[in-house]
C-alpha cells in the first residue's frame, strides 16, 4: 500500500481520534477513494446513506429538491467529512441529495467498514465521534443568529466557502435571500455591524 495514501487517511483521522500507524494501515486498507465528476449524486434522496465522504479534492452540498425551489442543506468543503446524519444514523431513506458541485476526490468510509473495524478494536469506536459532525450545523442554526452573525461565522470559520461556491448558494446554505446577503457584505464591508 502506498505510503501516500496512508499519509493521506492519517491527516483526515487525525481530527476524528488517538490511532497507532497499524490502525491507521488497517483503516486505509478498508476505506476507498473514488474519483468523482461535477454533479455527480453521491447520496440520492429516498436512498438509505450507508457511507461517511471525507472531500479530498473538490466542494460538496447537501440539497433538498422537495419544494420549487432546491434548499441548500450544507455545503463540504475539502477535508471535511460529510454525510446525510438523519439516514446513516436511522439507516432510513435519505431527505436530501448529495452532489459534487465541482470534480473531486472522496474518501469513502462504509456502514460496514466501520463496523468490521470496531470488530477488530474498540479502538475504533472513536470513529463515531464523526457522527457529531451531522449535528453541528444544526446546533449552528438553533443559535438563532442574525443574518449579520451568520456572515461572520463563515468569514471567521470557512472562508473558503466563498471562493468555492457562488453567493446563491452560500445564501440558501445561510437561509437568506440573495439579497440580504448582498446588503449584509455590504454592511461589513463598511465597517458596520
Same mark, same amino acid.
Given at each position: 500500500?502506498?505510503?501516500?495514501?496512508?499519509?493521506?487517511?492519517?491527516?483526515?483521522?487525525?481530527?476524528?481520534?488517538?490511532?497507532?500507524?497499524?490502525?491507521?494501515?488497517?483503516?486505509?486498507?478498508?476505506?476507498?477513494?473514488? #474519483?468523482?465528476?461535477?454533479?455527480?449524486?453521491?447520496?440520492?434522496?429516498?436512498?438509505?446513506?450507508?457511507?461517511?465522504?471525507?472531500?479530498?479534492?473538490?466542494?460538496?452540498?447537501?440539497? =433538498?429538491?422537495?419544494?420549487?425551489?432546491? %434548499?441548500?442543506?450544507?455545503?463540504?468543503?475539502?477535508?471535511?467529512? #460529510?454525510?446525510?446524519?438523519?439516514?446513516?444514523?436511522?439507516?432510513?431513506?435519505?431527505?436530501?441529495?448529495?452532489?459534487?458541485?465541482?470534480?473531486?476526490?472522496?474518501?469513502?468510509?462504509?456502514?460496514?467498514?466501520?463496523?468490521?473495524?470496531?470488530?477488530?478494536?474498540? %479502538?475504533?469506536?472513536?470513529?463515531?465521534?464523526?457522527?457529531?459532525?451531522?449535528?453541528?450545523?444544526? /446546533? #449552528?442554526?438553533?443559535?438563532?443568529?442574525? &443574518?449579520?452573525?451568520?456572515?461572520?461565522? %463563515?468569514?471567521?470559520?470557512? &472562508?473558503?466557502?466563498?471562493? /468555492?461556491?457562488?453567493?446563491?448558494?452560500?445564501?440558501?446554505?445561510?437561509?437568506?435571500?440573495?439579497?440580504?446577503? =448582498?446588503?449584509?457584505?455590504?454592511?461589513?464591508?463598511?465597517?458596520?455591524?
Amino acid at each position: 500500500m502506498a505510503e501516500e495514501w496512508i499519509s493521506t487517511v492519517a491527516q483526515r483521522l487525525t481530527p476524528i481520534g488517538t490511532f497507532s500507524p497499524e490502525q491507521v494501515r488497517m483503516v486505509a486498507h478498508r476505506v476507498h477513494r473514488r #474519483f468523482v465528476d461535477k454533479d455527480t449524486i453521491l447520496l440520492a434522496a429516498g436512498t438509505i446513506c450507508q457511507t461517511i465522504y471525507c472531500s479530498l479534492e473538490g466542494a460538496f452540498y447537501q440539497v =433538498s429538491n422537495n419544494g420549487e425551489e432546491p %434548499v441548500i442543506i450544507d455545503l463540504h468543503l475539502p477535508g471535511q467529512w #460529510f454525510f446525510n446524519h438523519q439516514s446513516f444514523v436511522t439507516q432510513t431513506p435519505s431527505a436530501y441529495t448529495i452532489q459534487a458541485y465541482s470534480d473531486g476526490i472522496v474518501l469513502e468510509l462504509t456502514i460496514q467498514v466501520i463496523h468490521e473495524l470496531i470488530a477488530l478494536s474498540p %479502538v475504533f469506536l472513536q470513529l463515531g465521534s464523526l457522527l457529531n459532525q451531522g449535528t453541528d450545523r444544526i /446546533r #449552528f442554526f438553533d443559535q438563532n443568529l442574525t &443574518p449579520v452573525q451568520k456572515y461572520q461565522y %463563515v468569514l471567521d470559520y470557512q &472562508p473558503q466557502l466563498l471562493h /468555492r461556491f457562488p453567493l446563491k448558494m452560500i445564501a440558501a446554505y445561510l437561509k437568506m435571500t440573495p439579497e440580504t446577503l =448582498s446588503r449584509v457584505r455590504e454592511r461589513l464591508a463598511r465597517g458596520l455591524s
